[in-house]
C-alpha cells in the first residue's frame, strides 16, 4: 500500500488598500486549510488535520506564498502526531515556503509528535527575497505520554536572494545515526525546537548571542537572521522557552 498523496496551498497577495487577501487557498485529503481572522492588514490561515497521520507511506505537502507586500500568519489547530501505517515506507511532509520582497510570513505550527513505530521524514524549504521577513517556529516531541518515539528526520533550509542562510538536519529514534539522545544532541531530552526569524536589518545590527534559561541558546547568524535552539523534558516547557525568545525579540506570535 503506497499511501495518501495530498497537497495544500496558500497565496497571499497586497490588496492595494493595506490588507492582504488570499487568491489561492487549496488543500485536499487529510490536509484543509481554512481562513481566520487577521490583524492589523495580515491574512491569517489555519490548517487542520481532516485525517490522522501522516502515516507510513503517505506523501503531504504544504505550501505558501506571500507575494510581494504581503502579510500571510500561518499556524494549525492541532499538533500533528506522526504514526505507524499499513505501509513499511516511510511518511514525507514537505514544507515550501516562498516569501517575496517586502513580504511577511510567519509560519507556526503546533509541535509534531513522533508515535512509536512511526517513521516520518520532514523538510521545510523556504526561499527569501532581499527585503523578506520570516518568522518560524519549529517543535517536535519525541513519543507521547511514557511511549518511546518513532523515527524522526527533520531538515531545514533558508535561502535570502538565492545563497544559503541556513541548512540543518536532526535525526532521532530508533535508527537514527547514534548519540542523538547524548550530551552533545538532546541530552536526555524529548523535547526539541527551534525558533528563526529573519529581519532585512539583523544584517546590519545583529542580535547578541545569549543563554535562554536552561538549555536553549539564541545566536546571530552570517545574514539577516537570528536563530534560537531549546531542548526541554517536554512540549509545555519547550514552549514556554520559545515564547520567551519571541518577547526578547520582540516577535507577535499570537
Known amino acids: 500500500?503506497?499511501?495518501?498523496?495530498?497537497?495544500?496551498?496558500?497565496?497571499?497577495v497586497a490588496d492595494g488598500r493595506g490588507g492582504t487577501s488570499?487568491?489561492?487557498?487549496?488543500?485536499?485529503?487529510?490536509?484543509?486549510?481554512?481562513?481566520?481572522?487577521?490583524?492589523?492588514?495580515?491574512?491569517?490561515?489555519?490548517?487542520?488535520?481532516?485525517?490522522?497521520?501522516?502515516?507510513?507511506?503517505?506523501?503531504?505537502?504544504?505550501?505558501a506564498e506571500a507575494g510581494e507586500g504581503a502579510r500571510?500568519?500561518?499556524?494549525?489547530?492541532?499538533?500533528?502526531?506522526?504514526?505507524?501505517?499499513?505501509?513499511?515506507?516511510?511518511?514525507?511532509?514537505?514544507?515550501?515556503l516562498d516569501v517575496a520582497d517586502g513580504a511577511e510570513l510567519h509560519w507556526l505550527p503546533e509541535q509534531l509528535i513522533s508515535a512509536r513505530g512511526s517513521d516520518l521524514h520532514v523538510t521545510t524549504r523556504a526561499d527569501l527575497a532581499p527585503t523578506a521577513r520570516l518568522v518560524l517556529r519549529e517543535e517536535q516531541v519525541l513519543g507521547r505520554a511514557a511511549e518511546e518515539p518513532g523515527r524522526l528526520t527533520s531538515r531545514l533550509t533558508v535561502r535570502v536572494a538565492g545563497r544559503t542562510l541556513l541548512d540543518q538536519e536532526l535525526?532521532?529514534?530508533?535508527?537514527?545515526?547514534?548519540?542523538?539522545?547524548?550530551?552533545?544532541?538532546?541530552?536526555?531530552?524529548?523535547?526539541?525546537g527551534q525558533l528563526l526569524v529573519v529581519r532585512p536589518e539583523y544584517a546590519a545590527r545583529p542580535v547578541p548571542a545569549r543563554t535562554l534559561g536552561d538549555g536553549a541558546v539564541l545566536v546571530p547568524l552570517a545574514g539577516p537572521a537570528v536563530l534560537v535552539g531549546a531542548v526541554a523534558p517536554d512540549a509545555l516547557r519547550l514552549r514556554r522557552t520559545l515564547d520567551e525568545a519571541f518577547?526578547?525579540?520582540g516577535t507577535d506570535h499570537r
Open 171 to 192: 535525526a532521532c529514534g530508533p535508527g537514527a545515526p547514534g548519540g542523538w539522545d547524548g550530551p552533545a544532541v538532546l541530552g536526555g531530552h524529548r523535547a526539541v
Open 22 to 63: 488570499l487568491p489561492v487557498l487549496e488543500s485536499e485529503g487529510p490536509l484543509a486549510l481554512r481562513r481566520t481572522r487577521g490583524h492589523e492588514g495580515e491574512a491569517s490561515v489555519m490548517l487542520v488535520g481532516a485525517m490522522s497521520g501522516p502515516l507510513g507511506g503517505d506523501h503531504l505537502t504544504v505550501r
Open 1 to 12: 500500500m503506497s499511501g495518501v498523496r495530498a497537497a495544500a496551498r496558500v497565496r497571499a
Open 72 to 96: 500571510l500568519r500561518v499556524g494549525s489547530a492541532a499538533a500533528t502526531i506522526a504514526l505507524p501505517g499499513q505501509s513499511k515506507s516511510a511518511a514525507r511532509y514537505d514544507v515550501l
Open 247 to 249: 518577547a526578547l525579540l
